[in-house]
């Protein structure tokens, strides 16, 4: 493997990390909106749900989009289609989540 494949594995793991973390963010803060939509004194879930929806805040988009542009300067067309498609869905992923996070925490006002 060349050096520059190597700076590309890299830069995908990174960007890998950051997806995981976005899905995990969303699935917790999913789960726990529900559980405190049912029950508003649910201690450990409103925990969760708080740090979920701070991670999802704290999660810098643009610096995926430029993680991402790095690696796909010398792909071909058919490989940047399905980078850009994964990146799409994971940032709107984590906009209807932050959405869902910021009126739930309103409507239970915490």
């Given at each position: 493997?060349?050096?520059?494949?190597?700076?590309?594995?890299?830069?995908?793991?990174?960007?890998?990390?950051k997806y995981?973390?976005?899905?995990?963010?969303?699935?917790?803060?999913?789960?726990?909106?529900?559980?405190?939509?049912?029950?508003?004194?649910?201690?450990?879930?409103?925990?969760?749900?708080?740090?979920?929806g701070?991670?999802?805040?704290?999660?810098?988009?643009?610096?995926?989009?430029?993680?991402?542009?790095?690696?796909?300067?010398?792909?071909?067309?058919?490989?940047?289609?399905?980078?850009?498609?994964?990146?799409?869905?994971?940032?709107?992923?984590?906009?209807?989540?932050?959405?869902?996070?910021?009126?739930?925490?309103?409507?239970?006002?915490?």
């Amino acid at each position: 493997m060349t050096m520059w494949a190597d700076n590309i594995k890299f830069v995908k793991d990174i960007l890998d990390g950051k997806y995981k973390k976005i899905d995990d963010a969303v699935a917790e803060v999913n789960e726990n909106a529900e559980i405190l939509l049912k029950e508003p004194d649910a201690g450990k879930s409103k925990e969760l749900f708080l740090s979920a929806g701070r991670t999802l805040e704290l999660m810098e988009t643009k610096e995926i989009l430029q993680l991402l542009q790095t690696i796909l300067d010398d792909m071909h067309e058919k490989e940047k289609e399905i980078l850009e498609t994964e990146a799409n869905s994971k940032i709107d992923s984590r906009l209807a989540a932050l959405e869902k996070y910021k009126k739930v925490k309103s409507q239970l006002k915490i």
